[in-house]
Each structure stands twice: as structure tokens, then as C-alpha cells.
């Protein structure tokens, strides 16, 4: 009798009739199964995640072999193989199985093997399909920079100021390196605040010549200047009941910046060439990579403006103090943009892990993000390695003393037992063999304990 707790997944089946035995298992674990005839093209399946299973020893598929590469190709499905070990032999079919599958299974196999490989590779494809969702969805920003993801304890942090100057209307300031997203975070601030349903308005103060700033953060009235034909309302007008999102104020003029600092006392705007002052409800973020403290020493920025600005502080981490999300973002950016690929990647080869870890990132999460975009498009193979994203000469792994090699074994045994058992930390615990207190320890001890839940930031 079937498990009524099981969620159905979704089996698409090429080969000759499943035996008893097997489809009887199937049945009981909650598969679906949907079987394909090997001579025909993949029609639009389902845009879930689902599990494959093609049976090469069947004469209906070996002799369908140029039409294999179609069925394999379907991004939202995890194909798992059965041969022969004679067919291991075969060039063609060994290429269809490391290119496509998450695993192989070789005739004869018990039925549980089968369903523990059928297991694993639905999780992985299940877990694609949930990159590629967020990427659609578009969190916080609609492209690949939407989505705040990170569980080092520096993001962790992040996440927590986030969630607490969100709650006030104080003006907050954002400091960190270019590239680390802090548009991103005045985003989450934004959409976790009170006026999540009021304008975001953002102006890059770094960007816009010094001669239109003026206009462009106040506005003006028609006849105010040859050109303006008509009234023009500024930037700060615009987010009248929002957030006006001050990005690089470290590159403000002089003279726009005693403007802003009026507007911050006043709370009112009044239009180039107008007469007449309109009162503007603003809630400030900005931001800036320029070191302040220098700036104001120098003279190149006021004192007064900054401290009006700076009430509440918050330090954007680089992406080279952030540990292990490196490598998990390297991750997340290659499914949402491997539509990109003119083959099916599968993922980094060690030497791009190691590259990765061992690299500076001076210009943290946007380089990664454009150097993992070119690996995609210009790679040859199925791994992208160190030299697809230009880094060969920092793959060189550095030496691991054993506790680390112990520690980076567990991890990886942990997470590859979490995916097939898609987060269920007691069936996790079961299949390594430890109690569930044991596991939640260890996750603890390698701070992987809230690596799921703080994987992504979720600005609802």
C-alpha cells in the first residue's frame, strides 16, 4: 500500500514494460510513472521536476540511440540509466550516460538499488528546478543580482540588521566594497519596511554629470532653462511616500550636497525655476564604496551631510570574507543563467572549486557573476574548469591537515544525503547511520545547521 505522506514525483520511463517487482515499488514510494516510446521526440513534459529512467539493454531503445540525446536533454528531468557492463564498453552510450545522467545502474540490479538512484537524481532535479524558479521570479531586483543569498555568519548578520533597520524610518547607511550588492540590500530594506508598497526610487549619484544633478534629484518648471518644455519632477519628489535610494553619495558634488542636506532639514523640494515648496515624506538609504572618514578629512564631503545620513549603519561583507558561499553562489548563478550553454554543463570540475576559493574577488559578486556568465558560454565541456573563468593560476588547492579533510568529507557526505532525502533530517540521520540529535549537532558544528533556511533572503 502506498505511502499517503509521500508527495507523487513524477517518473518519465523509456524502455520495455517495467517488471512487476519494480513498477509494485514504484507504486508504494509514490512515483508516478508516465512511459515514453523510445521512437518519438519529448513532447513539452511539465515544467515540474521529475525523475527519468531509460533502459539501454531494451532492443526498442538501442535501436532509438540517435533520438537518446532528445529524451536526455530535458533540463527538469533526472535520468538514471540501466545497462549492461558490456555496454559500458560503447563509446555512444557511455557518452549519453556522463554527459545526461545523475547515475547509472548495471543489469542485473535489485529494485531498491534502482529506486535509491531514482531518488537521487529527482532531487537534483528538483533542486535545479528551484534555482531556475527564483531566477524567473526575480526577488528584490528581476535579474540575476534579485536574490540575496549567502549562510556564512557575516550574511547571516546582514540578514538580521536588515531585518532591523527595515522596521524604522531612520536613515540608513550602506558601506561596502563595489560589487557586493548593496542595491540589494536597500532593496530588502525597502520591501521589509512599512512603505514596501510605496515607490523605490534610486539615483546613482556617481553617474549623472554634476550640471544635471540639480534637476535630477529636484525637478523643475517648464522654462526654468532652454529645453525644459515642460514641468519635470525630481527624484526625490518621485518617492514621496517610499525610499529614495542614494547610491555612490560618496561622489556627490560639493554643491549638490548642500542642496540634499537642505532638503534633509526642511523635508520640502522646490523645483528649478520654481517659486513654491512641496513637502516630500522620504524614507533615505544610501550608499557608497568611498572611504567617508577620508572624504570629510579631505574635504570632499561634508561632516554635517553625512551624519545626517549615517544614523543607522550597515557594512556590506566582501565576497572574499564570505567563506563557503562562494562557491554556493558560483553555484546558483551557473543554473540560472546555463540557458546560456550551447551544451549541458554539470557543474564546476575541483580545479574551478579550488580557483574559486583560493581568488580574491576584488570585485566581489559582480565579477563572480560575469566570470561564471563567459565560463558558461565559452566552456568546451561538460565541467567548467579553473581556465573557463580565467583563474587557472589560482587553482592550485592549498594543503588540508587531516581534521580539515575530515571535516570537508562530512560536509560533502551530509549535503549529498540531504539532497537525496530532499531536507528530511531525520531520513538523513537514518541513512548515515547516526541518531537525529547526532546530525543536528554535527550541522551545528559546521554551521550548516541553518545553511537551508538562510540560503536565500526572502524580501517578502
Not at 500500500?1 to 507504486?27: C, F, I, K, N, Q
Not at 588547492?397 to 544525503?417: D, F, H, K, N, Y
Request: hydrophobic share 40%; glycine share 8%.
Amino acid at each position: 500500500m502506498a505511502d499517503s505522506s509521500l508527495l507523487p514525483r513524477h517518473l518519465l520511463y523509456v524502455g520495455d514494460p517495467l517488471t512487476l517487482e519494480l513498477r509494485s515499488l514504484l507504486d508504494a514510494r509514490g512515483w508516478k510513472v508516465k512511459a515514453l516510446e523510445p521512437n518519438r521526440e519529448p513532447e513539452n513534459f511539465s515544467s515540474k521536476p521529475s525523475g527519468g529512467l531509460v533502459d539501454f539493454s531494451a532492443r526498442s531503445v538501442l535501436a532509438n540511440l540517435r533520438l537518446a540525446e532528445t529524451w536526455l536533454s530535458v533540463k527538469t528531468v533526472g535520468w538514471v540509466a540501466l545497462l549492461s557492463p558490456a555496454q559500458l564498453e560503447s563509446p555512444t552510450i557511455r557518452r549519453l550516460v556522463r554527459d545526461f545522467c545523475s547515475d547509472y545502474v548495471t543489469l542485473p540490479a535489485s529494485s531498491e538499488r534502482i529506486l535509491n538512484s531514482l531518488g537521487h537524481a529527482y532531487g537534483m532535479a528538483a533542486l535545479h528546478d528551484s534555482g531556475a524558479r527564483d531566477a524567473d521570479n526575480g526577488k528584490g531586483g528581476g535579474d540575476a543580482e534579485g536574490e540575496m543569498i549567502g549562510s556564512c555568519d557575516a550574511m547571516l548578520a546582514l540578514f538580521r540588521a536588515i531585518r532591523k533597520v527595515a522596521m524604522t524610518d531612520a536613515p540608513v547607511f550602506i558601506s561596502g566594497e563595489s560589487g557586493t550588492g548593496k542595491e540589494l540590500t536597500a532593496t530588502a530594506i525597502h520591501a521589509r519596511s512599512t512603505r514596501r508598497d510605496q515607490p523605490f526610487v534610486a539615483i546613482n549619484c556617481g553617474a549623472i554629470p554634476a550640471h544635471l544633478l540639480q534637476s535630477e534629484l529636484f525637478g523643475y518648471e517648464r522654462g526654468a532653462f532652454t529645453g525644459a518644455n515642460q514641468r519635470k519632477i525630481g527624484r526625490v519628489e518621485a518617492a514621496n511616500g517610499g525610499t529614495l535610494f542614494l547610491d555612490e553619495i560618496g561622489d556627490l558634488p560639493l554643491e549638490s550636497q548642500a542642496s540634499l542636506l537642505r532638503f534633509l532639514q526642511e523635508r520640502k523640494v522646490e523645483r528649478l525655476g520654481g517659486h513654491e515648496s512641496t513637502p516630500v515624506d522620504v524614507r533615505i538609504v544610501s550608499a557608497t564604496h568611498v572611504d567617508m572618514q577620508a572624504a570629510m578629512t579631505a574635504g570632499r564631503f561634508r561632516a554635517d551631510l553625512y551624519h545626517r545620513l549615517c544614523v543607522l549603519r550597515i557594512d556590506e561583507p566582501p565576497l572574499r570574507a564570505r567563506g563557503n558561499d562562494i562557491e554556493l553562489l558560483a553555484r546558483n548563478f551557473l543554473d540560472r543563467f546555463e540557458k546560456d550553454a550551447s551544451r549541458r554543463l554539470r557543474g564546476f570540475a575541483p580545479d574551478a572549486i579550488a580557483a574559486i576559493q583560493n581568488y580574491t574577488w576584488p570585485g566581489n559578486v559582480r565579477e563572480l557573476i560575469n566570470r561564471v556568465r563567459r565560463a558558461i558560454v565559452m566552456t568546451e565541456g561538460k565541467l567548467i574548469g579553473a581556465r573557463d573563468l580565467e583563474l587557472g593560476e589560482f587553482a592550485e588547492c592549498i594543503p588540508l591537515s587531516l581534521a580539515q579533510a575530515r571535516e570537508v568529507g562530512e560536509r560533502q557526505a551530509i549535503e549529498m544525503t540531504l539532497l537525496r532525502n530532499r531536507g528530511r533530517v531525520g531520513d538523513a540521520a537514518r541513512e548515515l547511520g547516526v541518531s537525529r540529535v547526532t546530525l543536528y549537532r554535527i550541522l551545528s558544528a559546521y554551521s550548516m545547521r541553518n545553511a537551508e533556511a538562510s540560503r536565500s533572503f526572502s524580501l517578502e
